[in-house]
């Protein structure tokens, strides 16, 4: 009894969250928000598979339990993650949740599925095959300390300003951080430094999103450019069939 009272005393309701996300219907609207934009309440009712109505009152619970964060333009509703440690919190929930064994209804959904881990977006930085293989190698040619206080070398540093990546001169975000791959099951690269490459990578051209997914598609030029400077091979890119069953 006494280690119970202990436990209420600390003034944390762990449970609390816990109940947010033990609802399907979250659970998933949380999973399609970890690309990091905003999405309508409509588009993720049709999404999740359920009335609008329904979506209302689980997106409400969301928005109420401080996971989800709203804005209003007109007559649109918006929703998007709190914070980044919102995300973190459900890339490594999802990495340790097992995964449902349904095959796709569909071609299409099998492609959607093989694209996403392939390569996608986490929030705001490399995730899937190609995230793993981009920060294995910078671990590899010593631009990160990859250990259990994972940091940017110096020379990893220069690397980057060589690429012309600018980092944030002062942010309460940690330059490098382990985030959990939930498909491939081990850390990928986080933090400032794997949102500025991420940006990187997209406004140079080297990847580009895949329709409305979160999915990723490495370009011809982000081949060379990866294998120029990272020393990655065109395995990284995922084939052209799963580009197009994607979309």
């Known amino acids: ?28 609207f949380c999973l399609a928000l970890l690309d990091g934009r905003a999405w ?19 997106l409400n619970v969301l ?29 490594s929930l999802a990495a340790l949740a097992p995964h449902r064994t349904a095959e796709p209804r569909s071609l299409s959904g099998s492609g959607r599925r093989r694209a996403l881990a392939r390569a996608r977006l986490c929030y705001d930085h490399l995730a899937g095959e190609l995230g793993l293989a981009v920060t294995d190698s910078m671990a590899d040619r010593g631009l990160l300390a990859w250990g259990s206080d994972p940091s940017l070398t110096a020379q990893g540093a220069a690397w980057l300003d060589d690429l012309g990546i600018a980092l944030p001169e002062a942010s309460r975000r940690p330059l490098v951080r382990a985030c959990l791959d939930w498909t491939e099951r081990r850390p990928h690269l986080g933090g400032a430094v794997g949102a500025a490459l991420c940006g990187h990578a997209l406004a140079a051209g080297w990847v580009t999103r895949i329709g409305t997914t979160r999915a990723l598609a490495v370009t011809e030029l ?19 069939h799963d580009r197009r069953q994607a979309r």
């Open 63 to 91: 928005v109420r339990g401080g996971l989800l964060v709203e804005e209003r333009h007109g007559r649109h509703r918006y929703l998007r993650m709190t914070d980044p440690r919102v995300l973190a919190l459900i890339e």
């Open 40 to 58: 309508t309440a409509t588009e993720l009712a049709r999404r999740a598979g359920v009335a609008a109505s329904s979506a209302t009152e689980h």
């Open 222 to 240: 982000g081949s060379e450019a990866l294998r120029d400077h990272i020393g990655l091979s065109a395995a990284t890119e995922p084939p052209s």
């Open 1 to 28: 009894m006494d280690h119970q009272r202990e436990g209420r005393d600390i003034g944390v309701d762990l449970a609390a969250v816990a109940r947010l996300l033990a609802d399907r219907t979250r659970a998933d």
